[in-house]
Structure formats: C-alpha cells, structure tokens
C-alpha cells in the first residue's frame, strides 16, 4: 500500500544582484513509497529589472526516485508555458519522464 504525505505551501524568494528578482510558490509535496514529487502550483514571476520586462512562467512538477532504496534520480514533468505581457514574447516547453 502507499502512502501519501502533504506538506503545506513553501514560499521561495530569490534576489539576485544582476538584474532579476524570481518569486516561486510550491503548492505541495507528496511522498509515495520511494519516490517524491513536488507539485509546483502556480506561476513564478521573473522581473528582469534593467529592462522592465515580467515573465510568467508556469511550474512542472518535480519527480524523485530513489530516496530509500536504489539509484537517487530526479525529473522535471509537465508542460511549462512563459509569457511577457509587455513584449508579448512567449514560449511552450513540455517536460517529459522516462518510464
């Protein structure tokens, strides 16, 4: 039988002194067995300051395998979409696991 654990939201901020501030919600984490996955829920913000430009960027999900017993690996899945309002730049990337 597997179990399933939850972990509230974890709020990440980052600032970085070349130009850009990046702010991610973790929505939760989910444990099952050996494996782990952090469902990324919401958009992250990426402001790249010297430019005036905000990018909204969707999260995959993280997948690690491997945490007890056997082989340490970790994946990124899911669809990842990035747009700027301003510019009206965007972009679709979709991640895929190994099966």
């Known amino acids: 039988m597997r179990t399933r ?34 469902i990324l829920d919401g958009t992250a913000r990426l402001t790249l300051l010297n430019r005036g430009e905000d990018y909204i960027i969707t999260m995959p999900y993280a ?23 301003k510019t009206r730049y965007s972009a679709d990337i979709e991640f895929k696991l190994k099966v």
């Open 5 to 38: 654990k939850y972990i509230g939201k974890i709020e990440i901020l980052w600032y970085i002194k070349h130009g850009f501030f990046l702010h991610i919600i973790i929505h939760y984490i989910l444990f099952i067995g050996n494996s782990l996955s952090a």
């Open 63 to 85: 997948n690690c395998k491997g945490i007890l017993i056997g082989k340490l690996t970790m994946e990124l899945g899911g669809k990842v979409t990035i747009v700027c309002e």
